[in-house]
């Protein structure tokens, strides 16, 4: 089988595309076809060797795939032959919270990836995939869709009528989007780009804010807001937009820190402490919240939104084109 590899360190120069052994399951283990696999801005730091020591090559990359079973291991009962699955991000964080065990699971980083025609995995790391969605749809959620929801549901408790500011049009912030709206909540989405701002509309949208000519858009958002502000943050910037997210929620409100994308620096504290906001970090969600989220779509008939797919031939390619952010939603690579 063929599989993209990290071979002797980190950066595009040393992705290759190799031939490699078929997998065969050990006990409680499976053995997938991998059909899709999806992007993360992770993946990207993974990448450009931004781990450090934590994470060693030779690595395959990429955590989110999508692919049917080829066979199980005696004993295996939790999927069978022909299931369409995804792995889950952090192979041992089935349920409850996170731990270092749990952490130390995550694909693509810690451990082998999904960028390979084959892999093998626990059963218990496996999740079935909604019905309606194509292999490459499927392939969008185990990262930003579960992030999304974690952030909106299990850390967030979001109620219908509330309202929610995402920032950007990448994967997370277009689940939190869609999620949001059919929890039937209020959506203030911003972005640099007033053709990316007509889509988020087209999606639902109900205040687009341009923060390229609206720089202080937190005012913007809580003047929607009747001057409150606004319920919750999906926080995908980092310390370029934290400022203005505390500006821009209310009183008591709840911030899912979930992203870095502005880079890192000093905040002053003393805003979250006298507004009372609950800042939570959100490093994507288990297998329990995994299947709860997949009910949630089929029962929806959700569709991820796919920007472009590449071949597998043409990893870095999609990669660069990731790097560009000139995308709108998933960039996903077809293994099949």
Known sequence: MRAQRFRDGFGFENLRLEELPDPAPGPGQAVVRVHACSLNYRDLVVARGGYGRAVQAPLTPLSDGAGEVLWVAPGVTRVKPGDRVCGIFMQRWVEGGPDDDKSA???????????????????????????????????????????AWNALFRSGALRPGESVLVQGTGGVSLFALQFAKMAGAKVIATSSSDAKLERLREMGADLLINYKTNPDWDKPARAFTGGVGVDHVI???GAGTLPLSIKAVRRGGHIALIGVLTGTGEMDPR????????????????????EEMNRAISNAALKPVVDRVFPLEETVAAMQYQESGAHFGKIVIRLA
């Open 105 to 147: 699971s995550a694909m693509g980083g810690a451990m082998n990836g999904m960028l390979a025609e084959q892999v093998c995995l626990d059963a218990s790391g496996l999740v079935k995939i909604p019905e309606h969605l194509s292999y490459e749809e499927a392939a969008t959620l185990p990262c930003a869709a579960v992030t």
């Open 235 to 237: 926080e995908v910037g």
């Open 271 to 290: 805003a979250l402490m006298l507004k009372q906001i609950r800042l939570q970090g959100i490093y994507v969600g288990s297998r329990e919240m995994f």
